[in-house]
């Protein structure tokens, strides 16, 4: 099973209830990064019931999670808060809706498990469950599209990178844009994962969120880019510092951890400056994973090869990054109808030659 981190949730840690909580999802081969959001989300969860005696949280019932679950929606993000006021959500909510409803869905299961495993007195839980066109869960499902740069914030956000980001910055980019990667699988890429004679990195089954080996087919630049990264910058890390020379690609340039593994954190405050520097306040290192999938669908290919490349276990997963330009929508709305718009224009010329 997968690792516990357990510095990200210090409450779930001090309670062995909520502990082995933990523990039984990592023994259900939960990915790493799942685990991780399980245990802060629980950890949210006992920091707003602080006041309460432990076997209270436990014996919650339906008014409680009501109040914290209102509690959410009026509550600023605790990572980049200082960038977030700018950002305007139609939903009128400080965390995005996507948040809330993740972290609502972790304390219904981990209500459930203390129900199946008699932990609970109180048989029902405390967290109800929508079931499609009969009820509505507790949060509604977001509405709005995603937010993801246009192709004006792009060429802004990669001549910032091309100006004035490290090497090491400027490959981390083009490789997540490139794979449409999650963070953490950007971040455990190894350098025995790429494949010079294919011009790809394979992503393996092990990093990945769904278990899915899959591949990033990487472009003349970004491959250019990694050699360069690979063989100059990192291997003096390598030989300065120590280090498995085909470990993970990403090292830490910092004085304090040279030559170790690249932090989600790092990675963070990298897009977290850019974003400011920019103009560009809700971009994240998953917008570049919204990015690369919808600009594979405006380049053509189909949405079963896009949810294969993304690694998605549905189409209906791929569905949400999916976003065509409105002009490009317009675009072939009027190239499909233009005989009907020259019918018009017919029928319009007789008239005034008529008139």
């Known amino acids: 099973m997968n690792e516990i981190d357990w510095k990200w949730c210090p409450r779930v840690a001090a309670h062995e209830i909520t502990r082995n909580f933990l523990l039984s999802q990592a023994r259900l081969q939960k990915a790493r990064q799942t685990l991780e959001a399980y245990g802060r989300d629980l950890d949210d ?19 409680l999670l009501e109040q914290y679950i209102d509690g959410l929606y009026n509550r600023p993000p605790k990572h980049g808060a200082s960038s977030q006021p ?52 507790p949060v509604p499902p977001a509405r709005q599209e995603p937010w993801f740069p246009d192709d004006a914030a792009w060429e802004r956000i990669l001549r910032h990178f091309l100006d004035h980001e490290s090497l090491r910055n400027q490959v981390l980019l083009f490789v997540c844009y490139d794979g449409a990667l999650r963070r953490e699988e950007c971040l455990r890429l190894r350098v025995e994962d790429i494949d010079d004679a294919s011009v790809t990195i394979t992503v393996r089954a092990d990093i990945t969120k769904n278990r899915k ?9 970004t491959y250019k880019k990694l050699h360069q990264y690979v063989t100059r910058e990192r291997a003096r890390l390598i030989e300065d510092y120590g280090g498995d020379p085909n470990g993970v690609i990403f090292l830490s340039e910092s004085h304090r951890n040279p030559g170790r593994p690249l932090s989600v954190w790092t990675f963070q405050d990298v897009i977290k400056k850019v974003r400011k520097l920019v103009g560009t306040p809700a971009l994240t290192p998953h917008k570049l994973r919204h990015l690369g999938l919808n600009d594979l669908l405006r380049g053509g290919m189909e949405l079963h090869e896009v949810s294969y490349y993304a690694g998605h276990a549905s189409l209906e997963s791929t569905n949400p990054y999916l976003h065509p330009q409105r002009e490009e929508v317009a675009r072939k709305v009027r190239k499909a109808t233009k005989w009907r718009d020259e019918q018009v224009k017919r029928l319009i010329e007789e008239n005034e030659s008529h008139g």
């Open 86 to 137: 700018q950002i305007t959500r139609i939903t009128k909510t400080r965390l995005s809706l996507a948040t809330i409803r993740r972290r609502v869905g972790t304390a219904r299961r981990f209500y459930q498990w203390l129900i199946d495993r008699r932990l609970r007195a109180d048989l029902v839980n405390p967290v109800p469950k929508g079931a499609k066109g009969e009820s509505r869960g």
């Open 45 to 63: 969860l006992l920091e707003d019931f602080a006041n309460l005696p432990f076997a209270d949280v436990i014996e919650a019932d339906s008014g």
């Open 213 to 221: 080996e899959r591949l990033v087919a990487l472009s003349p630049i």
